[in-house]
């Protein structure tokens, strides 16, 4: 069973940064790709950034490019979003999902099963 644990959330003034962590557990995390996701009261969930297995192919929502930067580190089981120049339009509930499967494209948000339970980012104006 694939089980996924956020840390790292809280409370941040505008330009400030936080990063996230993910730990996971329940299969070979070196084998699938992981995403973050965020979703903000009365909106839909967001693709933000994702990692292919390797760590060699990223993808990143237009909107937080430049300032998000999401790693792995296949040897501790654990996945990464550091987040500079926070802005209040960021606030949201992150979550970290994995990959359906082992071929799984990285870049598509649909492939992604496995969620963790989510933490509140929330940036002050």
């Known amino acids: 069973q694939v089980h996924l644990a956020e840390s790292g959330g809280g409370l941040v003034e505008t330009g400030g940064s936080l990063g996230l962590s993910c730990a996971a557990s329940g299969r070979t995390f070196s084998d699938y790709a992981m995403a973050w996701f965020r979703q903000a009261p009365g909106k839909e969930r967001q693709f933000v950034a994702a990692?292919?297995?390797?760590?060699?192919?990223?993808y990143y929502l237009d909107s937080v490019k430049e300032r998000f930067t999401i790693s792995r580190d296949n040897a501790k089981n654990t996945v990464y979003l550091q987040m500079t120049s926070l802005k209040p339009e960021d606030t949201a509930v992150y979550y970290c999902a994995s990959s359906r499967d082992v071929s799984s494209y990285y870049a598509a948000s649909g492939v992604y099963i496995y969620w963790g339970q989510g933490t509140q980012v929330t940036v002050s104006s």
């Open positions: 990692i292919s297995w390797s760590g060699l192919n990223i």
